[in-house]
């Protein structure tokens, strides 16, 4: 069994041409949105411990980045903190994981992969939502 759709509307054919190129950038402009959301919440520091003799350097918050993946293929996000050349933000927020975080920092600082999965609930609405006002855009009756 087979089946040929041809489209003969000149219109009808552009618009899908212009949603079909519209999609891909949707994606990664919703994934920036949630990884600038992730990093905010990120960057936050607790209050400091009861009698806490440590000084905070500011390290982590100044350390996150948002990189652009090669090849238009979206974004990642990362701490690249460092102390005495050693990386150390596993121990503070925990690795990809949601592991790793050490003791004194548990439940003080949130874990990033929960805060990841958190912000990324949303994102199959959010896409729904601009794909359906792209569509409407080019010409679609979307309801």
Known sequence: MKLSIRVRDELVRQGLENLSAEIPAIGRRRMRTILERVKRIMEAYPSERPGQKYVRSGRMFRSWRIEKLGNNKGYSLG???QFKGNAYPQ??????????????HKGRWPLFREVTEKELEALPKALEQE????ARREGFDTK
């Open 79 to 81: 701490n690249v903190a």
């Open 91 to 104: 121990f503070v927020v925990g690795n990809a994981y949601g592991t790793g975080q050490a003791w004194m």
């Open 131 to 134: 794909i359906v006002m792209v």
